[in-house]
Structure formats: C-alpha cells, structure tokens
C-alpha cells in the first residue's frame, strides 16, 4: 500500500510562493509517476501538474505555466510543488498523487491519493 503525505500549504499573499512537499512511503516511489491537483471551494477537482517517474517529462495546465514547477527526488521518496506569483484564483486544497503510468495530459484515475494541504492566497 502506498501512502502520501502533503504538507507546505499555508497563507500567501498574492505574488508570493509556497513550496508544496509530498512523502510517499514504500520502497517503489522511483516507478510511479506522481501528479499535483487542487480542488477550489465549490468547484471541480483540477489536473494541475505531472512528473514522469524519474523527472525528465513534466505536464502542466495552462494556467500554472510558467509559474508552478513540479520536481521529484526519489532519494527522498518526495515530491514538490513550487509555485511562484501566487493569484488568488489558486486557492484550493492541493493533492498529490501516484500513478504507475506516465501520461503526457492529465488524468484523474490515479492509483493513490494523499488527503492535501490548502492553500490560501490573499488579495
């Protein structure tokens, strides 16, 4: 069973940065790609970014480009979410998740979850 651990949410203000963490526990981290979605109040959960299993292929949503970078160190079993010029339109509680496949779009049936972290942007 794997499991994964968010932490890194907080208060921002806008334009700021927060740098999302994401533990996953198991020996087999290096062979699942890990994915970054949110889910605003009131509102659909949304793909935002994803890494291939040993980081050389990511994915973004158009509206995190250039702003968000999504990174894996598989020494540490962890993945992050750095995310820079915050908007308040980026509030939301903030998943990973693991999947065995890499797919170059986002996809929303992956094989585990974490509970998330939320993050506040303030105007």
């Known amino acids: 069973q794997v499991q994964l651990v968010e932490s890194g949410g907080g208060l921002v203000q806008a334009g700021g940065s927060l740098r999302l963490s994401c533990a996953v526990s198991g020996r087999t981290f290096g062979s699942y790609a890990m994915g970054w979605f949110r889910q605003a109040p009131g509102k659909e959960r949304e793909f935002v970014a994803s890494?291939?299993?040993?980081?050389?292929?990511?994915y973004y949503v158009d509206s995190v480009k250039g702003r968000f970078t999504i990174s894996r160190d598989n020494a540490k079993n962890t993945v992050y979410l750095q995310m820079n010029s915050l908007k308040p339109e980026d509030t939301a509680v903030y998943y990973c998740a693991a999947d065995r496949v890499w797919r170059t779009g986002p996809y929303y049936g992956m094989d585990y979850w974490g509970k998330g972290t939320l993050v506040t942007v303030s105007s």
């Open positions: 890494v291939s299993w040993g980081g050389y292929s990511t």
